[in-house]
């Protein structure tokens, strides 16, 4: 068996959710600003809630199409959107998730168990499993 590795290099400045990010090759290079939802000025910035947000889709993606593969499913158009909450009260801020996957053509029984399949694979899903809520939706095809 093969074993692979990989590390990502990132690197954060500044005053942390109102400072800057850039990864170790440049290719991710943002400013980051509080949302005005949490009381902050909002604008043309990131915030750590969409960068975990746009991996967490990515990957589950990948988990997604790799258990298709291996259960003969034919994933055509596929998409995960990954909603990210954070909320505050009185212990502090939570993050919360749920991933909402398109998977046009796929039964809803055989989309079911793709989500959970994936769900088990996804690097993601197992590091936050335990930790912070997922709530897994398989979106209605029109």
Same mark, same amino acid.
């Given at each position: 068996?093969?074993?692979? &590795?990989?590390? @990502?290099?990132?690197? @954060?400045?500044? %005053?942390?959710r109102n /400072?800057?990010?850039?990864?170790? %090759?440049? !290719?991710? %290079?943002?400013? =980051?600003g509080?949302?005005?939802?949490l009381?902050g000025?909002?604008g043309?910035?990131?915030?750590?809630?969409? !960068?975990?947000?746009a /991996?967490?889709?990515?990957?589950?993606? &990948?988990? !997604?199409? &790799?258990?298709?593969?291996?259960?003969?499913?034919?994933?055509?158009?596929?998409?995960v959107?990954?909603?990210?909450?954070?909320?505050g009260?009185?212990?502090?801020? *939570?993050?919360?998730?749920?991933?909402v996957? +398109?998977?046009?053509g796929?039964?809803?029984? *055989?989309?079911?168990?793709?989500?959970?399949?994936?769900h088990?694979?996804?690097p993601? &899903?197992?590091?936050? +499993? /335990?930790?912070?809520?997922?709530k =897994?939706t398989?979106? +209605?095809q029109?």
């Amino acid at each position: 068996m093969t074993t692979y &590795s990989y590390i @990502a290099h990132a690197l @954060a400045t500044g %005053d942390g959710r109102n /400072g800057h990010v850039r990864s170790g %090759d440049g !290719l991710v %290079d943002l400013d =980051l600003g509080i949302p005005t939802d949490l009381g902050g000025a909002g604008g043309d910035v990131s915030n750590p809630e969409q !960068l975990f947000a746009a /991996g967490y889709s990515a990957c589950f993606l &990948s988990a !997604l199409t &790799s258990v298709a593969r291996l259960q003969r499913v034919k994933l055509n158009g596929a998409n995960v959107e990954a909603r990210v909450t954070i909320a505050g009260g009185a212990s502090g801020f *939570d993050l919360s998730v749920e991933l909402v996957v +398109t998977a046009p053509g796929v039964s809803t029984e *055989d989309g079911e168990k793709l989500l959970e399949a994936a769900h088990q694979k996804c690097p993601y &899903s197992k590091a936050v +499993t /335990g930790n912070i809520p997922v709530k =897994l939706t398989l979106a +209605t095809q029109a």
